[in-house]
């Protein structure tokens, strides 16, 4: 069975500062992967996706997310956070061929950003 | 974009009454939707794929007869938490999956249940 982990759970930053999600699947086969944002009050949005090509996917507001097929990782980042990137985020895998359109949650990732 | 409305955002009810929710796609035809849980501070776990015109497909250890799935137009798919207890007290959300954005899932605004 799929799942989905995500290893830092609350996570504090100042402004200016660099951040990294850690997001690992475990899927032997060919997966779609997204990184989906819940700022609050707010629905989940996606901010990138991955289905093939470039493994380094650039999406909105400045993140960006790698793929690494090897270590089953596709981690996000952001050069510079700012405080309006305050929210939650979730990583999420849909396992490509397997004829239905599940999609995986990992567990979230809280990110509050100081002023 | 793509929109997915829910309703109602927060219903309390009396413990042994049932309470649906309404999940539409406002501008766009929704053959697939997936009901979602949210526990608190945890992921979204899925449900049940609810599939237009057919019966809906539950994850392991979700009751179909508890949880009520109907998806009978191409725009709405509802859930009915039937005989609603305390311990069905959570966060619910749907999403639609948009055939032209390409597998991107759109979300609803979340109903939170609160069974007394």
């Known amino acids: 069975a799929q799942s989905v982990s995500q290893h830092n759970h609350h996570v504090i930053l100042s402004e200016a500062a660099s951040l990294e999600l850690g997001c690992n699947y475990s899927y032997g086969g060919t997966v779609n992967l997204f990184w989906y944002v819940q700022y609050p009050g707010q629905h989940l949005q996606l901010l990138l996706k991955y289905f093939s090509g470039d493994p380094l996917v650039k999406g909105i507001k400045g993140f960006e997310a790698e793929f690494i097929k090897s270590k089953f990782s596709f981690n996000l980042r952001k050069p510079s956070v700012q405080w309006s990137d305050t929210a939650e985020y979730f990583c999420a895998v849909n396992a490509e061929g397997s004829g239905t359109y599940k999609y995986i949650f990992g567990t979230g990732t809280r990110l509050k950003v100081l002023a | 974009g793509a929109v997915v409305s829910q309703h109602p955002s927060w219903v309390i009810c009396k413990s042994g009454t049932s309470v649906k929710i309404e999940c539409r796609s406002l501008?766009?035809?929704?053959?697939?939707m997936f009901w979602y849980r949210q526990f608190p501070k945890q992921s979204l776990m899925l449900m049940a794929t609810s599939n237009e015109g057919s019966k809906a497909t539950y994850e392991q250890g979700v009751e179909k007869d508890k949880f009520l799935i109907n998806h009978a137009s191409l725009t709405l798919s509802t859930l009915t938490v039937t005989s609603a207890h305390p311990e069905d007290s959570s966060f619910y959300i749907c999403s639609a999956r948009v055939p032209y954005r390409d597998g991107e899932l759109f979300f609803g605004e979340g109903s939170r249940l609160t069974v007394l």
């Open positions: 501008d766009f035809q929704a053959t697939t």
